[in-house]
């Protein structure tokens, strides 16, 4: 590599580590949306691998990261010759340390924490000439910001007007990662979700992007590209950018005309590809990054108070469905549909209860809240209760596809139960496969702290509409 080059991961989650019975089973990089792939292509012979940790007086927790990356790279069949951990002990090493490895890894954790020890050990700088691979894990990833938002995320976090969410990082990009978005879209902090009114209210005249465990971002040769599941916050919207198989090229706006830059995505799904759509510049948005062509993601601008203003994608109630449906329209789906989807999901509230909270072409995300009348003598959610919320969720889902017709079978696993405390169930349902005459879909029943309570999987068969 050239002094001075750089090749970055900016990851949520990187490995395939899992859970058995409380215990955590270590596995490699994880394959998906290819970054182990990656990984191994840039990763020097007999590496020297530089672990920078979050949390540098924690000693029992830096030795058990340790023991975890050490079989973390066993596994994904990484050579690495020396593995070095650089926290409060070994500080003054810092600048020795990082001009010797070729691998340097950004540790997850609290990002303030590990923000101020950067600062202390002047990180911004000795990364300057550094010459190699950066992996930035959690924490790690957003601190890599030349402008970092640390998301709140201890309790008082959120109320503390001395908390600062904005403070200077290392500078190795201009993007705002929120990590682990499937699981803290779920989560409440100090009374607010974290996402939908924190963070969405933090997004006036910026823009973040939220990647799930699997997605990442690589930064290499001054190309930024998003690999899987990826969605971009902006302006209290958010939209869907990028899915899982796919990789989307991330251009940052023109510093003096403010419009973007287009770019193709690097890949893109079948459908897209032999749906020949097109998207034209839009001059008036202010976007850092792209969309992936022939998706018809859109934004809209509001000036309204975030935790009222609707944008198209998130309802946050049943009144402010239509601009969902009309954000259903700009992605392709026709009047016709528009109109079978609306009945439905004004259906489902008006006899069930269950409300839609997200809505967009092929994924519904719905809510219903839990009285003592869906529980039974155990004090546990009926189980039929959430077989029937899994179901009409997955049929409207099905439906924003275009299709029309009965669920021909389904299936529920029902893994853990409820507390007596718990007020509302959230229901996300995907179609996984649309086809011509049988499409299927799937539905996951969390609680709000996202623990997963059932899984369902469903089964429709197309008929002719009336």
């Known amino acids: 590599m050239e002094q001075g080059s750089k090749i970055v991961f900016l990851t949520s989650s990187p490995d395939d580590s899992y859970q ?20 191994s292509r840039v990763w020097p012979d007999h590496a020297h691998v530089l672990v920078i940790t979050a949390s540098p007086d924690a000693d029992k927790q830096n030795a058990e990261m340790m023991g975890y990356l050490e079989t973390v790279f066993e596994e994904s069949g990484l050579m690495v010759e020396e593995l070095a951990l650089l926290d409060r002990h070994t500080m003054k090493y810092a600048k020795d ?16 924490t590990q923000n101020a020890f950067f600062r202390e050990i002047r990180l911004e700088r000795l990364m ?43 500078g190795l990009t201009k993007i705002n990662v929120l990590p682990h978005y499937d699981k803290v879209k779920h989560e409440r902090l100090d009374g607010q979700w974290v996402i939908d009114e924190i963070s969405m209210s933090d997004s006036g005249g910026r823009e973040f992007l939220a990647l799930p ?42 510093e003096t005309a403010g419009t973007i830059c287009q770019e193709q995505p690097e890949r893109r799904s079948h459908r897209e590809q032999s749906a020949g759509t097109s998207r034209q510049e839009q001059p008036e948005r202010k976007s850092h990054w792209e969309q992936p062509a022939g998706t018809g993601h859109q934004e809209q601008k509001t000036g309204r108070n975030p935790q009222k203003q609707t944008d198209g994608t998130i309802c946050h109630d049943l009144k402010e469905l239509k601009p969902c449906i009309k954000n259903l329209y700009r992605e392709g789906a026709g009047r016709e ?51 029937n919320l899994a179901d009409l969720v997955c049929g409207v889902a099905y439906l924003t596809m275009g299709g029309y017709g009965p669920t021909v079978s389904g299936d529920m696993q029902f893994i853990r139960g409820v507390g007596e405390d718990v007020g509302r169930i959230i229901c996300e ?36 509409r009336p």
């Open 213 to 254: 465990d699997g997605s990442y971002v690589l930064c290499e040769n001054g190309r930024e590209t998003v690999y899987g599941r990826a969605y971009r916050i902006a302006d209290y919207c958010l939209n869907q950018i990028c899915r899982d198989g796919e990789a989307v090229v991330l251009k940052p706006a023109r």
């Open 337 to 387: 549909v528009c109109s079978i989807v609306t009945k439905a999901a004004e259906n489902i509230w008006a006899n069930c209860g269950i409300r839609c909270i997200w809505l967009e072409k092929g994924c519904v995300r719905a809510e219903l809240a839990i009285g003592p009348e869906h529980k039974n003598p155990l004090g546990l959610i009926y189980g039929g209760l959430l077989y």
């Open 128 to 170: 300057e000439a550094f010459s190699g691979v950066i992996i930035g894990i959690s924490a790690g990833t957003m601190n890599c910001a030349q402008l970092v938002y640390a998301q709140p995320e201890l309790p008082g976090e959120t109320n503390d007007p001395r908390y600062e969410r904005f403070i200077p990082g290392l």
């Open 20 to 39: 058995i019975q409380g215990e955590w089973v270590t596995g490699p990089f994880t394959k998906k949306n290819h970054f182990l792939e990656h990984v």
């Open 429 to 464: 349902c995907r179609v996984v496969k649309y086809g011509r005459r049988i499409s299927f879909a799937q539905s996951d029943i969390s609680d709000p702290e996202g623990n997963l309570l059932a899984r369902g999987n469903f089964t429709f068969c197309s008929t002719p």
């Open 97 to 112: 340390w990082v001009e010797e490895s070729g691998v340097i890894i950004l540790g997850g954790g609290h990002v303030p």
